[in-house]
């Protein structure tokens, strides 16, 4: 029996993780402190479809010996939980760094102390490259920015620099606990595998201002309110739908011989990428009409971002889902559940 633990299981992420490996039979414990917004309509969506099977702890990864309870006797940890909004990290630089350096490491401590010799998969960020990406020349085109440089043709990949000169608080601290997770494998043998997630979207996420701006960006439109786009909203970033990162998980635990101790860049790719303009386009074409205003640029911003998600082959991976199929999903799951927002 795959008894699992997710960090963070309410949220967008952990709560498709734990339909999804509950929907297979396994045990699953979701831990979480429902501070975001969504969580817990996200829990009482888990409760409301699973009878058994199913366990909520609610409790904080920033204290140990909750977590050490919960990962008792689990062979299988997603630790998904985080601070995950750069504007908050800039705001409240404490809070970010006891979430996201804390916090893991005490899931980290917690697994490596049980017997059961888990699997961990933690969710890292591209933002641990830092303001380097910003240095890869770009091209400015109508409706977004482009590399120029055919280095990157197929993206920034894992061995691009993290030595940045510029990082947010939000960067650094999700960088640290990129290196804990590594050198957990590396020193103590403990089965981690890293995911530099770029950004993911879909149903059961709650987007704001702050953090998963295709889901804000779909939601305000569809409640006819208005969007504040930072910069020029000429940014790239390749989007990944939740179905896919969801496959990326079980295919990379499943094949732990061959991806543990690495980090690999998850998300869409060279082939599903979008700009805030091309999703405000995109939004029109499924009939909605959004209302948007321009402000500033927001602290180091990356003017593109697109992973190079090649390395993601060697466990058997890609996503299947293009921007415009993954947002019509989106859109629908909204339009079905107008009620919750």
């Not at 299981?9 to 429902?34: H, P, Q, R, S, W």
């Not at 997603?78 to 996201?100: C, L, M, W, Y």
Request: hydrophobic share 35%; with cysteine; charged share 25%.
């Amino acid at each position: 029996m795959t008894r699992i633990l997710i960090t963070g299981g309410a949220g967008f992420v952990g709560c498709n993780l734990a339909e999804y490996f509950l929907n297979k039979g396994c045990e699953v414990t979701v831990f979480d402190n429902l501070s975001r917004n969504g969580t817990e309509k996200n829990l009482e969506w888990l409760r409301s479809n699973h009878k058994t099977g199913f366990e909520f702890i609610k409790e904080d990864i920033r204290k140990f010996n909750p977590l050490l309870d919960a990962v008792r006797d689990k062979n299988l940890i997603f630790h998904t939980a985080g601070q995950v909004a750069v504007t908050t990290s800039v705001k409240n630089p404490r809070d970010d760094f006891e979430i996201n350096v804390l916090g893991t490491f005490n899931v980290l401590e917690a697994a490596r102390k049980t017997n059961s010799n888990p699997i961990l998969i933690f969710t890292s960020t591209n933002k641990v490259y830092g303001n380097n990406v910003n240095k890869v020349p770009l091209i400015e085109k109508t409706m977004r920015y482009e590399f120029v440089d055919s280095s990157y043709k197929n993206g920034i990949p894992e061995d691009f620099s993290t030595d940045a000169d510029e990082h947010t608080p939000y960067g650094s601290s999700k960088y640290a606990a990129d290196v804990y997770v590594r050198d957990f494998f590396n020193i103590y043998g403990l089965r981690t595998i890293t995911f530099r997630m770029s950004c993911v979207y879909g149903t059961r996420q709650f987007g704001n201002e702050d953090q998963g701006w295709v889901a804000y960006f779909t939601i305000s439109s569809f409640l006819n309110k208005p969007i504040v786009i930072y910069g020029d909203g000429k940014q790239v970033r390749d989007v990944l739908f939740i179905d896919d990162l969801v496959s990326a998980f079980e295919l990379a635990y499943r094949k732990i011989e061959k991806t543990k101790g690495k980090a690999y860049n998850i998300g869409g790719g060279v082939s599903n990428t979008i700009s805030l303009l091309e999703l405000i386009g995109l939004l029109k074409d499924l009939g909605l009409n959004p209302r948007y205003t321009f402000d500033d640029w927001r602290p180091a911003d990356q003017k593109v971002y697109i992973s190079d998600i090649r390395k993601s082959a060697e466990f058997g991976w890609k996503p299947k889902t293009s921007p415009e199929e993954g947002v019509k999903k989106l859109l629908e799951w909204v339009k079905e559940n107008k009620s919750i927002f």
